[in-house]
């Protein structure tokens, strides 16, 4: 009866036989017991039939039973799981593939058997397998594996359409698993493959979101992804900036973001000789991370050179704005000797450049005012506490002195009566 009750009920449904449609229903509660071979034919049955309004709740009774069993399995001991259902040669390839070690691959094996049993469902089923994979809280490193294998092996013989949804739905999976289940070489190969197929606004945010979280396990040549076509530019710089917000956005310190800033610094140096690459882009790069994650402004240094030799048209004030993130102090005595005796750094400023830094020095000067008219006042004020402190010392004293001439007319008086006094006692 299962292998063919999915067609038998949409059939007495579509016919309105009542008691076929008894029959069937009666069939499907009982389908927790059936085996994992009879639930995934039905769910293919369903896709034969996917016009029909029945095979939508009929799937998901199916694909309820399929990730319960699934998760009692992989539950099982790993020779029971392995017994369970044998792992077909193009998975065992796969894993015996990689360069990991003999029990790692028997190991990821037993837990990865059902990967091309799952295979034939189509993209929508398969979505909402692994909608079921997560909110049953199921391994999110095998689920992670799973879709690795799952875009590798579709991709072979899907459309354009079928590799965009496939992708699409690899995206809006891995975004909820754990995020150091997912290796960031693969967000990366991932991207490439959304780049070629223009996936929606969203599911690419995802993505770089994604990747942004994971920067500080990037690699230069991760990077450097090929500009689109209608930029003039070599690589996909804005692409690498929103990368390094999202990064920032994460409010990670320490080790991964002097990491994400030395990465960064190897990125300027590799896209400074784009002759494209606009100054205020290029300043963009420059004050991308920030200054505190430097320990040095070497690899800055060499990028700028690099930038003024490749873009001799720059006007001054161009120059200038690109110069004036070095900071000296973070340079070696041999850079500084450098930068003095390079021409590329010799700028000469223009009268309104030198009207604006005489502005910005007017302003500094008048902050140094304002703050020594302040620093007056405190002074003044100072002053005036010391002089009250030494009213009140004098006060004091005084009122000490006084004290003491209570004290001595009062011993004296005292003597004076005992003197007086007549003896009781001879």
């Not at 069939?27 to 896709?47: A, G, N, T």
């Not at 076509?229 to 929103?242: A, D, E, G």
């Not at 000296?328 to 930068?339: C, F, Q, V």
């Amino acid at each position: 009866m299962p292998s063919n009750v999915v067609l038998m009920h949409c059939a007495a449904k579509f016919m309105e036989v009542s008691k076929v449609l008894e029959q069937t229903e009666k069939c499907m509660e009982e389908v927790r017991y059936w085996s994992w071979p009879e639930i995934l034919l039905s769910l293919k049955q369903c896709q034969e039939v996917e016009t029909s309004p029945e095979a939508e709740s009929l799937a998901a009774k199916l694909m309820d039973a399929l990730v319960e069993k699934l998760c009692l399995t992989v539950e099982m001991s790993p020779s029971s799981a392995a017994s369970a259902c044998s792992p077909d040669s193009s998975l065992f390839r796969f894993s015996c593939d990689s360069k990991s070690t003999e029990s790692f691959k028997n190991s990821s094996v037993r837990l990865m058997w059902w990967f091309d049993e799952v295979l034939v469902l189509s993209p929508g089923l398969v979505e909402m397998f692994l909608k079921l994979l997560v909110s049953r809280k199921f391994d999110n490193l095998i689920i992670s594996r799973f879709l690795f294998y799952y875009q590798k092996v579709k991709f072979c013989s899907a459309s354009s359409h079928e590799k965009r949804k496939i992708l699409e739905t690899i995206i809006a999976t891995l975004c909820v698993l754990d995020q150091s289940c997912i290796p960031c070489k693969g967000l990366f190969g991932f991207l490439r493959l959304a780049l070629g197929l223009n996936i929606s606004k969203s599911s690419m945010n995802k993505l770089e979101l994604m990747i942004g979280n994971n920067l500080d396990q990037a690699t230069l040549d991760n990077l450097l992804v090929p500009s689109p076509s209608k930029s003039s530019h070599l690589y996909y710089v804005n692409l690498v900036i929103r990368f390094t917000k999202a990064f920032l956005d994460g409010a990670k310190g320490g080790l991964q973001l002097k990491k994400v800033s030395s990465l960064i610094d190897q990125y300027i140096a590799e896209v400074a000789p784009d002759p494209c690459l606009k100054p205020s882009k290029f300043l963009s790069l420059l004050t991308l991370v920030p200054d505190s994650a430097r320990d040095s402004h070497e690899e800055i240094y060499r990028a700028i050179d690099m930038y003024l030799e490749a873009h001799t048209g720059l006007t001054n004030g161009e120059k200038l704005s690109v110069i004036r993130t070095l900071s000296y102090e973070k340079l070696s005595g041999e850079s500084r000797t450098k930068i003095s005796r390079n021409p590329k750094f010799q700028v000469i400023e223009t009268p309104d450049e030198q009207q604006q830094q005489q502005q910005k020095q007017l302003i500094l000067q008048m902050d140094k005012v304002e703050i020594s008219g302040e620093n007056e006042k405190l002074k003044d004020h100072i002053e005036g506490i010391q002089w009250r402190v030494m009213e009140l010392e004098r006060a004091c004293l005084k009122m000490q002195n006084q004290m003491e001439v209570i004290k001595r007319r009062s011993k004296n008086s005292s003597k004076g009566n005992s003197r007086s006094l007549p003896k009781l006692c001879s």
